[in-house]
């Protein structure tokens, strides 16, 4: 599954990203944005867009194009 389908409140682990910006990504894996790292939707805008999510201690905001590209196992 990936990131994109995930529900507020829920939580995953990240198992990896694909067909991503180099930059982008590398800027993600600085922020801990690491297989196995756990992840969890914080909320989502009105419209979807952008994802409001918390890995690492770190908060952050992506646009649900970037997060349909993180594919994630969700924690049962």
Do not use: T, W, Y
Request: proline letters at 5%.
């Amino acid at each position: 599954m990936f990131l994109s389908e995930l529900k507020v409140g829920q939580k995953a682990n990240i198992v990896h990203m694909h067909d991503m910006d180099p930059v982008m990504r590398k800027k993600l894996l600085n922020l801990g944005f690491l297989p196995k790292a756990q992840i969890e939707l914080l909320r989502m805008a009105p419209m979807g867009d952008p994802v409001a999510i918390r890995c690492a201690n770190s908060s952050i905001a992506l646009r649900k194009s970037l997060v349909s590209k993180i594919k994630v196992e969700l924690i049962a």
